[in-house]
């Protein structure tokens, strides 16, 4: 008793601080100064032509200046026609990606799956997640020529690895207890995958794919770039001919419709809760 | 009706969670089943019901061996077998009829559940359950809109749905006030009454249990330190079951606190 007592007087007034993260001492002040004399290296080794900014700055502030008059018309045909396959493309891919993307989700999770559907379903979603859309669209141009068919097939191989490991992450962390309840009223495995597993993931499952939605349209407009159809290739052409006016005007459109897609998801994940 | 023939389950992390348990119930009876956190009641009732694989020993039902079953067959004899839960486990973004119709899946097609379209017999039976329990206005509710109380209720009708002959409950009233969870256990006992039903009740109140069982087990460190009438309950058992503390105020003392109750 008094041995506590003598050790609680020895502390009380004495102040108190967090223990650090790193505990050596030496360590952690290593590990401080060689992280800012790295930082300043490499801000060093990044070259900066000035004279060459000084002459870009002309050319950026035309860009820029082209947004207060955006040229809708002029090519307003090749820019309807950019946009409405763009909207194809991003809407099939959506669909179809998440399609595929439920069950290899309902795989990947490792606390409804067997070893063996879990590792493959893993596999699959982190091949899709390791090969960026540009390199997938690059490739699957090659493949299959110009056009929209690429983009589609690049985007729903992107959904795939994007939602199914989102969903899997979310039934992993869903709530035991109410799959469990539906379990023990002797449902089999799909009614217990609707009736325990589903409505606790749904309001995620929808908000995931709002974004996804989005989230394709965007890229859409960038697999252009390499000929996999959409606005972007219209955006890439307005490039090249310098057609900033024009550009401007794609710009605008993309903005406006991803700011659209954002209220309309927000509006959708406020009804589903 | 139900008998536990050295049921053994030793979790992965190598805790012995039941040594050789064996207890045998008949038709109609209540039991309730404490001892302290941590003893092996939970997992006592879920290895009933496989939602834990017990690791030896046998479950009967009747005359069949759970413990043999496979996935199929299990999935038959879990209808026979409700469960009430702790936390009430209602799904809750589901309504109130759709937790209580959940307690058919057993016995309806994947699609028919699917399109939510029960056949009307067991609608009605539904109804007449919400009825009972006094909650028929709250069918098109979320359950998660409802009071515990009101969430106890649904998990009961749930479990009654299913038209079992044992009902596993799993400490029904932990999270709810004494007059909720007097209530609780008494329509639960009424229930069991009523349709003949046995009934394995974990519960961590004595008093409560004591006022509404038949037969107390008090399981310790997943053995079975108490087996017998909720009278027999003495401050030495229940020091056996938990340890030294004083039990005075937490038993029954004599038949005037029974009849104040009830």
């Not at chain 1, 199914?164 to 379990?183: G, N, T």
């Not at chain 2, 359950?129 to 709250?138: F, I, K, Q």
């Amino acid at each position: 008793m008094s041995g506590v007592s003598t050790e609680l007087e020895t502390l009380l007034g004495t102040r108190w601080k967090k223990p650090p993260l790193i505990k050596l001492s030496w360590l952690r002040w290593l590990l401080i100064l060689g992280g800012a004399v790295y930082l300043v290296l490499a801000i060093a080794s990044v070259e900066v032509n000035w004279s060459r900014v000084y002459e870009g700055l002309d050319r950026g502030g035309a860009f820029i200046m082209s947004f207060t008059r955006p040229d809708f018309l002029s090519r307003g045909g090749d820019i309807w026609n950019g946009l409405v396959e763009s909207v194809v493309i991003t809407v099939a891919a959506s669909v179809v990606g998440i399609l595929i993307s439920i069950p290899i989700g309902l795989g990947a999770a490792r606390n409804i799956a067997p070893l063996p559907v879990y590792l493959v379903c893993r596999a699959i979603v982190a091949v899709s997640r390791a090969l960026q859309e540009i390199i997938v669209a690059i490739l699957l141009v090659a493949i299959f020529g110009f056009g929209p068919l690429a983009g589609f097939l690049t985007l729903s191989f992107a959904t795939i690895g994007f939602l199914s490991k989102l969903l899997a992450e979310d039934i992993e962390a869903m709530d035991r207890v109410q799959a469990e309840a539906i379990r023990a009223t002797g449902a089999r495995w799909t009614q217990w995958i609707n009736y325990g597993v589903q409505p606790q993931v749904m309001p995620r499952l929808i908000g995931l794919s709002m974004y996804r939605l989005d989230i394709n349209f965007r890229e859409s407009a960038i697999l252009g770039l390499v000929g996999a159809g959409g606005i972007g290739a219209t955006l890439n052409t307005a490039f090249d001919r310098y057609e900033f006016d024009t550009a401007a005007a794609i710009l605008l459109v993309i903005i406006g419709i991803v700011m659209a897609l954002e209220y309309l998801s927000g509006v959708i994940r406020a009804r589903v809760r | 009706m139900l008998r536990l023939d050295k049921l053994v389950k030793t979790y992965r992390t190598g805790d012995q969670a039941l040594k050789s348990v064996e207890i045998e119930v008949p038709i109609g009876q209540v039991v309730a089943l404490i001892g302290p956190s941590g003893a092996g009641k939970s997992t006592l009732i879920r290895c009933i019901n496989r939602l834990v694989e017990p690791s030896g020993g046998k479950v009967w039902l009747d005359d069949v061996e759970l413990t043999a079953l496979s996935s199929g067959a299990l999935r038959r004899a879990r209808r026979r077998m409700g469960m009430i839960f702790q936390e009430y486990a209602l799904v809750e973004r589901l309504t109130v009829m759709e937790n209580v119709l959940s307690g058919r899946l057993g016995y309806v097609g994947f699609w028919r559940s699917l399109l939510r379209r029960f056949p009307q017999k067991d609608v009605d039976e539904a109804f007449r359950l919400l009825d009972r329990v006094g909650l028929l206005a709250m069918a098109d509710k979320r359950a998660d809109e409802l009071s515990g109380g009101q969430r106890q209720r649904v998990g009961i009708a749930r479990a009654l749905i299913q038209n079992p002959a044992l009902l596993l409950v799993d400490e029904p009233t932990a999270s709810l006030d004494p007059k909720t969870s007097r209530q609780i256990m008494r329509l639960i006992c009424e229930l069991c009454a009523e349709r003949g039903l046995a009934a394995i009740i974990n519960i961590h109140d004595v008093a409560l249990a004591q006022m509404f069982v038949q037969r107390v087990i008090g399981l310790k460190a997943g053995e079975i330190a108490f087996d017998g009438p909720p009278d027999a309950l003495t401050p030495e058992v229940l020091t056996r079951i938990y340890g030294e503390e004083d039990w005075q105020a937490t038993i029954k003392t004599d038949e005037t606190a029974e009849e104040a109750v009830a």
